[in-house]
């Protein structure tokens, strides 16, 4: 696991408030016995503070109030800064504050979003940043969609992961062809996260396609992972 570089942050007042209410409200509400056991069930990915979703929120709107919205330079420098940070509570907070604020970046944003997925990746954050962040990214520019082609051969399965479920939230705009060429592509990964995200993706398009995703499931039923046709297919 690495952490990110402190020069690659862009100077921002709007963070430098953040970040100075963020630690000191969220260490505050730190459970030792909760921590050591967020960190075991997320198999030791990052150590965590303790702090119960519902608490954590409501302690991040504290942390956020009177707050302006941010510009691309402040979502960046927060994520970042986050990312930087060793409890995963902060990663936490900033993949919510990019969710919440995507539509204020560009499409310059998403080589931070790849270096956010890349580094402490586990599914916690990487689903969050790929459905909600990639995606709208993506669906407002759809260029990107090459590099989404680009990603889905990456070696990093995080990466491949991301470009399978960024059109999770797409409904009636999903590009069909390009979803069912992508589980084709990693089909063959051997990694229970890719096998899961196939068949999360194409059940959720299942929802908007039904006979597309029955038929496309069908034809290729001998080279997709049993893991994968069985979540595709659950609710057909």
Known sequence: MTHVAPHAVPRSDL??????????????AADEARAAQAAAYMKGVAPFLGIPTPARRALSRTVLAGTPRPGEADCTAVALR???????EYHYFAADYLRRHVGRCSSGFLPVAHRLITTVSWWDTVDVLAVHVVGPLVAADPALAS?????????????????????LRFREETDGERLFRYCLLRADHPGFFIRKAIGWALREYARTDPDAVRDFVDGARERLSPLSVREALKHL
């Open 15 to 28: 963070a430098d408030t953040v970040m100075e209410r963020l630690v000191a409200v969220y260490p505050a």
């Open 82 to 88: 986050c990312w930087a940070l060793p409890e995963r």
């Open 147 to 167: 590099v989404m082609d680009a990603w889905i051969d990456d070696e990093d399965e995080w990466v491949a992961r991301t470009a399978l479920l960024h059109q």
